[in-house]
Every structure is written in C-alpha cells, then in structure tokens.
C-alpha cells in the first residue's frame, strides 16, 4: 500500500514538473514570438521612414526604433537584462532581413556596426521587398507564426525539388524545348498547367522559376543569383494571394527553395530555453549581433513617434483580428 501511494505521489510531482515545464516552454516560445514580431515590425516601419531628423542617420532611426523596443523603463539606458533582450531582438531583425533578400554581409555591417551607407542601401531594398497594405500583416505573421517547414505529405509527397526537376528546359534564346511547363506528375497542385487558373501571381512566379533555370543552365553566377532571388520574391507574392492551401504551400516551398539557391538568410529565430542567457545558438554558432549599444540613447521627439507607429504595426486591433483569423486557420488546418 505505501509502496502504490507512494508510486502515485511520485507519478503526481512528475506531472507536475512536467506541466511546469510545459508552461515555462510556452511562456519562453511566446516570449520569443512576440520579440520577433516586434523586430520585423521595427524593420517595416524603419523601411517607412521620411522624417529623419536633421543629423540622423538611418541606422540611428533603427537603432531607436530596436532600443524602444526592449528600453522596458524608457530611461534611455540599456541594462543587463535590457541587453539579453535586445540580443535577441536584434537577431530576430537579421534573420527577417535575410528573408527580404539581406545579404549577411550587409545585415552584419548594420546591426552590429550601424554603418549609415549600408542603412541607405538595406532601406531601399527593404522597401522595394516589402509587400503593400495587408499584405504586410501576412508577410509578419508568415516569418513568426509560418511553418516554412510542412511535411511533404501536405502536397502528396510534391517537394520543391520535384518542380524543380519539372521545370522546363529553355535554350540559349530562352525559348522552351517543351510544350508542358510543368505539372505533369501526381501531387502537383496546378498539375497540367493549372497553375494558369491561380492567377497572375502564380503564373508569374512559375515563370520566374524557369528563366532562374535558363540563368542556371546558360548564365554566370551573378545572374543565377538574382534569377533565383527573383523567383523567391515571386513565389512569396504568389504565396500571400493564394486561396488554396495546396497553391500556398507549393508557393512557400518554393520561395524556400530559390531563397535557398540564391543564397538568402532563410532560418527562423531560435531562441535556447533559457533566453536570458547571453547568446542563442544558430547551427552551432553565437548570436551573431555581438556588439553592445552603450551609453544613454536619447531619443527625439520623431524616433518616439516611430516606435509608436512601430507598435501600431505589430499590435492594432486590425492586425490582431488577422492574426486570430490566421492561427484559427491553421487550427482548422492542423498545422
């Protein structure tokens, strides 16, 4: 008898250590979501930005912008804790960089060392990268609640490889050598060129995929690279305005795929269990945002209001309904 009370006193404090566990997870994974979202938001609205103060560098406007996200007292005076944060923060903004076609040269020369011409030319590519109107909540609930990484069952066993090796031929001229562009294997979403019927998005983005294989074949590598950085802009439209789960996950993958052959930052944040810690771990490396922001960060009167807008962006009522709607269906999608 004392033995089974025991075995289920036992069997009750591991239950409970569990569910601790489970809740700490949660609150470290929600905690991790909701900087990153404040990051990519930073990065739009700094991406917005035509009121910089006389002086101001764009680099300034984004370090205030990433300051007011974790500067919790609002003193101006980044701590130790403040700091852990910011690592963080400031990590999430580089990975959400690299998914706008930010090279890791270019992502580390302005976050680590805010280099005011590589913030000019980072601005102007972001800004020519960033999708309009809802099309932005989209792109920011795709990079922190997205699974870019859906089993291939989701398309009958369709991976972006498959479309790959299905993409046709071109010449020199880049004129096809076949008549059928693609589809025409089992689990292809738009098998027998339907893919025409998903509209003009999708039709483009397929096209993208065919002159980055006619880059491939018969360019050098600069071309290759911007054929294929071509085609994942392309892909991660189509993806946005599909209205099938079939035609997004083809898109998304391949978005992945040509962001992959280009070149691109495509990891999500990921943040060890104890986010507190000085750095995160990246396919064995340290934060890569090693340098600290030092001294007291005053911030004027239009930097305060771009972290309004900035939080605005990431917290209004119309891009929290978008992202109830969002996760609700992928509920009802099991993802």
Known sequence: MRRAMSHRETAKVLDAVAEENDEMSNADDFTVKELTLSAAAAVQQWAETDDLDEGESGADRLMSLMVGIVDADKNGEIDEDEQGVLDVVLNAAWDYLGTLGVTDEDAGA????????????????????????????????????????????????????????ATPEVDEDGNEKEAVLDGDFKGHPFRGNQFKKGGASSSSAVR????????????????????????????????????????????????????????????????????????????????????????????????????????????????????????????????
């Open 110 to 165: 302005l976050l680590n060392d805010w280099d005011a011409d590589t913030a000019d030319r980072v601005r102007e590519l972001v800004a020519a990268a960033l999708p309009d109107g809802e099309q932005s909540d989209s792109d920011l609930d795709d990079f922190v609640f997205g699974d870019n990484d859906q089993e291939a069952e989701d398309l009958d066993g369709y991976t972006a490889e498959n479309e790959w090796d």
């Open 208 to 335: 993208a995929s065919i002159s980055a294989k006619h880059a491939e074949r018969h360019g050098d590598a600069r071309s290759t690279k911007k054929a294929h950085t071509t085609a994942h802009f392309a892909h991660k439209a189509a993806a946005a305005e599909a209205t099938t789960k079939k035609a997004k996950t083809y898109h998304k993958k391949m978005a992945k795929f040509h962001g992959s052959q280009a070149g691109m930052a495509l990891d999500g944040v990921a943040l060890d269990a104890a986010y507190r810690k000085r750095f995160v771990i990246r396919g064995g490396k340290k934060m890569r945002v090693n340098k600290r922001i030092s001294g007291v960060v005053r911030l004027s009167a239009k930097q305060k209001m771009g972290i309004r807008k900035m939080h605005m962006k990431s917290h209004s009522a119309s891009a929290r309904m978008h992202r109830m709607k969002s996760m609700r269906m992928r509920t009802k999608m099991h993802m």
